[in-house]
């Protein structure tokens, strides 16, 4: 079973910057794709980046372009997400998954840490 522990969230002004880590208890063959999703009051799950283990592809939603940067630690079993220029609607519950295939659909992920809350204010 992989469990999956994020960190690194808080609370930061519009401009600053957070470092968001995901621990992986261990990976399998299912775990090929790392991704962050975030999840704000009364709306969907978004798919914010991910990332191939094995090939380090990336990619990323429009609205992150260019400010988030997804990254990970193979020896150290670690995913981070590197939020430069956040926005107040970058607010939000984010959630690091696992999954064997990459993309912005989070049904197809199968495992999910618990959530680090990320506030930003104006």
């Known amino acids: 079973q992989v469990q999956l522990v994020e960190s690194g969230g808080g609370s930061v002004q519009a401009g600053g910057s957070l470092r968001l880590s995901c621990a992986a208890s261990t990976y399998t063959y299912s775990t090929n794709c790392m991704a962050w999703f975030r999840q704000a009051p009364g709306k969907e799950r978004e798919g914010v980046a991910t990332?191939?283990?094995?090939?380090?592809?990336?990619f990323y939603a429009d609205s992150v372009k260019g400010r988030f940067t997804i990254s990970q630690d193979n020896t150290k079993k670690t995913t981070y997400l590197q939020m430069n220029s956040l926005k107040p609607e970058d607010t939000a519950m984010y959630y690091c998954a696992a999954g064997l295939r990459c993309s912005f659909t989070w049904s197809n992920f199968d495992y999910w840490g618990q959530g680090t809350q990320v506030t930003v204010s104006s």
């Open positions: 990332i191939y283990r094995d090939w380090g592809r990336t």
